[in-house]
């Protein structure tokens, strides 16, 4: 199984941009699935995810960035706007997926995707 995201870049404060993670398996397949980020120095953190339908964000996101899933695309999409000099990191996609009866979950990685946010 693979997660493979796009759309980073460089953007300046107060900007857009929209990641996007597509996946190998079908994404409704996926207990969860969602985005971190991990800035310099830093501990990766969550940033959004989506968990049967039900949606979860980070409070220091949360009204700026919106989480979304494109089943005809089979992707995974995070609208992010008002764009923060904070906000600069490595964003990564990732998922869990049930691989037995007994629930238990594997956690699958993409390889990450640079946000830079210029001030």
Do not use: H
Request: aromatic share 8%.
């Amino acid at each position: 199984v693979q997660l493979v995201e796009s759309g980073g870049g460089l953007v300046q404060a107060g900007g857009s941009l929209t990641l996007s993670c597509g996946a190998s398996e079908n994404i409704l397949d996926f207990n969860t699935i969602g985005w971190y980020r991990q800035a310099p120095g830093k501990q990766r953190e969550l940033v959004a995810t989506i968990q049967r339908g039900s949606t979860n964000y980070a409070d220091s996101i949360k009204g700026r960035f919106t989480i979304s899933r494109d089943i005809f695309k089979n992707t995974v999409l995070l609208q992010m706007n008002s764009l923060k000099s904070e906000d600069t990191a490595i964003y990564y996609c990732t998922a869990k997926l049930q691989v037995n009866v007994e629930g238990a979950l594997v956690d699958i990685w993409g390889q990450g995707t640079q946000v830079t946010v210029s001030s």
